[in-house]
């Protein structure tokens, strides 16, 4: 008797992802996409999908899909290329692939030796060989190397798909779109993303990264516990010090409520600078989808 085994790509697909947001441009061509790039997160926030003009400098189109929990990243991206004309198009001048969770570390790029990203990654997570992969991302002008964690379905199914695609770890595109913003001679602010039920916490000066880290949270207190903590031990006073949120939330949202209780001078952040916008993206807060945008300013 024999068994055939089913490889993933012949499994049944769960229904794709119901889409939140679907924005274009009416100059967006599918049928030509050499001239554009391709962007996309994954994470407990959803599956999110940008294109950006690269003649024009400027994001074209825009797409938001709820996450289904009952199905792995892979999945989902399989079954939504079959019903999306962006995903299902592998004809793009470059695609970029930001991945969200807590299994990253960064480094100072002398320090890495190449064939060691697994036994840097052990020290702040636990892998596991059969699920997952690691893959790393090299800030040029950081001189740093961020080291991270992705599902191996996910990276197998990305690789098979778009063969010179670049994965990523969403704080990397987190850090690319806040260095840009930040100024020369800047002192010390505090950013935050805040996901789904988590927060990365980030610190520049002078265009230079001082601290990054990613904190699961259940409530808004531990919120503003983490954030707080943060700020004391970078010296910063909740009173005087600017703090600079983006993320899925309102503005009336318990959260923000709360990080406006504690600390004075805290605003909503705004999309990368010097990139353009189509028209159909006005509606959106400025403050969201700050990693999708920021993948435009990653190697």
Known sequence: MSFNTLSAATLPLPAPPVALQSLRDETLETASPAGCNLYLTAGANGL??????????????LEDYALNPQASWAEQFRALAQESDLLGETNWNQVRLAVQNRSFTLLPAPLLRPGDEAAYLRLHHALEPEHETVGR????????VSVFAAEK???????????????????????????????????????????QQEVTIIAVRDKR?????????????DLIYY??????????????????????????SELFTILRKYIRNIRFGNRPFDLAYSYRLNDLFEYRYFELYSLHLCE
């Open 48 to 61: 999110r999908l940008g294109v950006a003009d690269i003649r024009r400098n400027k994001f074209v189109a």
């Open 137 to 144: 991302y090299a800030h040029s002008s950081l001189e740093m």
């Open 153 to 195: 379905a996910l990276t197998s199914w990305f690789s098979a798909t778009y063969s010179t695609g670049k994965m990523l770890h969403q704080t990397s595109a987190l850090l690319e779109g806040i260095i840009h913003q930040s100024e020369v001679g800047a002192p010390r602010r505090l950013y935050l993303s805040l996901g």
């Open 209 to 221: 990264l001082e601290f990054c880290n990613v904190f699961a949270f259940a409530t808004a207190e």
């Open 227 to 252: 954030t707080i903590l943060v700020m004391q031990e970078l010296q910063l006073n909740p009173d005087q010090d600017g703090v600079v949120v983006w993320g899925d939330l309102m503005h009336d």
